[in-house]
């Protein structure tokens, strides 16, 4: 499941933020911020990418760093979320 | 105002070129033409008639013969001057203000040009001495370029004029390129056109045979951060502000022709419209753009200062797609790729007000440099202060009240503003500590660089070429004057008082006039407290002090609304003017040589469907649309300069 999330998202973020450069070695640690990927109009995108995809509703309070800047912190919370049980 | 070209060194037909030079820049003098043919020596000149009417005409030579100018711009303290060298045993026969710098030559050599109050460009022909003397003004208002062929050396007003030699064609220089996409604007003396350069403002260039020496006569200065301010009581500082200000405002509303003013519904040029309205015989005449999109839009403001004023007041609206129609019009006249379309907007003002039968307009332009306006000031100090910190998470809270007018930032985290704007890891001690994000930001947009255009460019990093153009002093300023000097020393000349002014007014033969930007008033801005100018997050503190009593307290009090137009919406969806999709298509992409066709593509599928797209994604458009423009207009597809340039 992990595997897949994390090649979709790589693909999204390559496609949509990177234009196709594979120029980028884009390891699953790297800052997305640090590195210039994404922008702070780049994050907005990327949590309709997750809504949309994945069916998931992102909170205010989960749009941080810590969740949603590397490939594999993206894929982490995509997970956490999908795994977790749906609330009223 | 006008425009002129013109050579030194043995050229054939000399005639003949000065004539097309001259016909290439007539928009910019469309009143008059002359020309001036010595041995070696040439100058043509296109007239815009404001001062001296009748007996201005260039180029001009004195009494003598020995001296001949020709000149753009405006001699502001040319009344003063005249009366002084009269009392030296001048005699003038002309009304105008190009005469009066013959005779201050003749006075003083080039050291004339340390009295000059005025924005300027000129070349004067010393033939006695065998020298062509060329000079801009100190802040960079006017434009001078030049290059050179063999032995022979020739500039003008604008690079279509220097298009005209032959053997001058038009390249594009790849290191320009990555400082536009990094800075928005070449270095001076580079230019977007490989081997054609322009004298850097506030500098002078001597040349005669066999020798090119250029210095600067003027530079833009701050104090030690630890010296004690002459400034210490503020409410003096404005008494202070407010009669040079004035001053700097009547001496620029001298012409024999009406005098007009932009009105944007800001501060600043609301300002000089209030001073110049208590100034213009017969009323004064404004002029303003408005927009479709609530989010560029302010007329309510200017319908308000107008109301408030008594000004004759003309407007003309701006679409995106009015944008469109315009930008290949744009990118002829800016010579230059660009990053955003506000200069699109201008063209059509300038516009309006020739139409309505003005020459000359007032602009607020300059006070934010001059007095700290920018946004980028108040977030450098925000960054200052939470990198101060790197850790607290109640800091980066500050980051929210810097854009209120970006709707984007403000479902940011906290601690995603911190990121984006580097509070944590951004060096403090980086001299280009206060423009960093904007210059990662910007440069963020080489990414559709081609795999060619990265190689040439060999790891070359502008943002490291623009640290190492700082002065010696620069690291004894305080951050803001830093930051400050950075707008205006680079910024300024290279893109606003350029891309959006000369280039934007000239289009229609407009001169703009810049109150803000008179150097007796930018030497005493420049020595006030930091505090005076910034106080907390209130930007131009002092000159808001300064101004109370001219402006409605909603204007006065107004927080700044940075000067914006619709970037990429205005080139996308079903009403997309068919140049757009020519000049970003693959296979024009591919021939220009200079961007990945793959990505650029892939940019104008995510725009056209997302239209609200970030700064980086507009600019990257932006900027490749008019890349894409530029090749097409100054090199037509074989590489070669289009005649129609």
């Known amino acids: ?88 | 105002m006008c425009g002129f070209g013109g050579y030194f060194g043995a050229v054939r037909d000399g005639r003949e070129l000065l004539e097309r030079m001259t016909a290439a820049i007539a928009h910019r003098g469309p009143d008059e033409q002359g020309l001036f043919i010595a041995k070696d020596a040439g100058l043509g000149h296109a007239r815009l008639s404001i001062v001296g009417l009748g007996d201005g005409q260039q180029p001009m030579s004195d009494a003598t013969g020995e001296l001949t100018i020709a000149f753009n711009g405006e001699i502001f303290n040319y009344v003063e001057l005249r009366e002084q060298l009269r009392t030296k045993g001048h005699r003038f026969r002309t009304s105008s203000d190009t005469e009066v710098i013959l005779h201050l030559y003749e006075e003083m050599g080039e050291d004339c040009l340390s009295v000059l109050n005025g924005d300027f460009a000129f070349a004067l022909w010393d033939s006695r001495r065998r020298r062509m003397v060329l000079a801009r003004d100190r802040m960079g208002v006017r434009p001078l370029f030049y290059t050179r062929q063999g032995d022979r050396f020739y500039f003008g007003s604008e690079v279509k004029a220097l298009l005209q030699v032959p053997g001058v064609s038009a390249e594009i220089d790849p290191l320009a390129l990555d400082q536009i996409f990094t800075l928005w604007a070449p270095i001076a003396p580079r230019t977007a056109f490989r081997d054609i350069f322009e004298l850097e403002p506030a500098h002078l260039m001597i040349v005669q045979q066999g020798s090119v020496s250029t210095r600067p006569y003027w530079s833009l200065d701050y104090p030690d951060r630890e010296a004690p301010s002459r400034h210490t009581d503020e409410r003096a500082a404005a008494e202070e502000l407010r009669a040079l200000l004035t001053e700097a405002t009547r001496i620029r509303m001298r012409a024999d022709v009406p005098v007009g003013s932009y009105l944007s519904g800001g501060l600043d040029s609301s300002i000089t419209s209030a001073l110049a309205a208590g100034m213009a015989p017969g009323g004064l005449r404004t002029f303003s753009v408005t927009f479709d999109s609530a989010e560029h839009d302010e007329s309510a403001f200017q319908m308000e200062m107008a109301r408030a004023l008594g000004t004759q007041h003309s407007s003309v609206a701006c679409g995106e797609g009015d944008i469109a129609a315009v930008f290949p019009d744009v990118i002829r006249f800016t010579e230059r790729p660009i990053l955003r379309t506000a200069p699109a907007p201008l063209f059509k003002l300038s516009g309006l007000v020739r139409e309505a039968g003005l020459k000359v307009v007032l602009t607020g332009e300059g006070a934010d440099e001059v007095f700290a306006g920018y946004d980028i000031f108040k977030e450098a100090r925000v960054r200052r202060f939470c990198g101060r910190q790197p850790g607290s998470r109640i800091r980066p809270h500050l980051f929210r009240k810097l854009y209120p007018y970006l709707p984007g930032l403000r479902q940011q985290s906290a601690e995603y503003l911190a990121s984006f704007f580097g509070a944590g890891g951004a060096a403090l001690d980086d001299p280009l500590f206060s423009h960093r994000p904007r210059l990662d930001g910007t440069a963020a947009t080489k990414l559709f660089f081609s795999g060619d255009l990265r190689a040439t460019l060999s790891g070359y990093d502008a943002a490291e070429e623009l640290a190492s153009r700082l002065p010696e002093a620069f690291s004894r300023w305080h951050p803001l004057h830093q930051a400050q000097y950075l707008e205006a020393r680079f910024l300024l000349p290279g893109y606003i008082l350029s891309s959006q002014g000369d280039r934007m007014a000239m289009a229609h033969g407009i001169e703009g006039r810049f109150p803000f930007l008179d150097h007796q008033l930018v030497e005493f801005a420049a020595g006030l407290p930091p505090e005076m100018k910034l106080k907390g997050l209130v930007e131009k503190h002092i000159l808001r002090e300064a101004t109370k009593d001219l402006l409605p307290p909603s204007i006065s009090r107004r927080a700044k609304q940075p000067y914006r137009a619709p970037d990429s919406h205005s080139f996308v969806g079903t009403g997309a003017a068919d140049y757009v999709q020519a000049a970003m298509g693959e296979a024009q992409v591919a021939a220009g040589g200079l961007f990945n066709p793959r990505a650029v593509a892939k940019l104008h599928e995510k725009c056209s469907a997302r239209p609200a797209s970030g700064f980086r994604d507009n600019a990257a458009f932006v900027g490749i649309l008019s890349t894409q423009l530029w090749l097409q207009t100054f090199t037509g597809t074989s590489g070669r300069r289009s005649e129609a340039a």
């Open chain 1, 1 to 88: 499941m992990s595997d897949t999330i994390r090649d979709s998202v790589k693909a999204f973020v390559v496609e949509n933020f990177l234009f196709g450069d594979t120029n980028h070695e884009l390891s699953g640690t790297a800052s997305l911020i640090e590195n210039g990927v994404i922008d702070s109009t780049g994050v907005l995108e990327l949590v309709a990418f997750i809504e949309d995809r994945y069916g998931i509703t992102v909170a205010d309070a989960d749009i941080v760093p810590a969740n949603l800047d590397s490939l594999d912190r993206i894929s982490a919370f995509i997970a956490s979320k999908v795994a977790a049980p749906v609330t009223a």
